[in-house]
């Protein structure tokens, strides 16, 4: 199985953001493997991958607008189910966190379905 350019980027994106995050996670001193943080992890990240990298910007399926608002819902609801369980995970370190793993999330989506054109 030949490895084309674009799933090169893909798995760059993905190797970067790992390196990247192990930086921030060290900076905002953030346990990485707690599983807490591991599901916040990924719910952003994959958040950022399917509604603003595939159905945002590559099928177009909806509005890049209403894609930043479904993506606010699922953050606001989240840490309001986080502030009910008493876990204060909200401060200005984890929302640039946050950002930043969306951005991650959208950006590694936007080169995945390159690859499948």
């Known amino acids: 199985m030949e490895i084309t350019n674009t799933m090169k980027l893909f798995y760059a994106v993905l190797g970067m ?3 990247v995050f192990y930086f921030v996670d060290s900076a905002f001193h953030i346990d990485t493997f707690s599983l807490e943080m591991l599901t916040h992890k ?6 950022g991958f399917a509604i603003l990298s595939i159905w945002g ?3 177009e399926k909806i509005s890049i607008k209403i894609a930043l ?4 819902a699922f953050l606001v609801s989240d840490d309001i189910f986080d502030y009910i369980r008493d876990i204060d995970s909200l401060s200005f370190e984890m929302i640039i966190h946050d950002l930043l793993m969306l951005a991650w999330g959208a950006v590694a989506g936007f080169f995945f379905m390159r690859r499948l054109d």
């Open 17 to 19: 953001g790992v390196i």
């Open 42 to 47: 990924l719910v952003r990240f994959f958040i």
């Open 57 to 59: 910007w590559y099928e």
């Open 69 to 72: 608002y479904i993506i606010l």
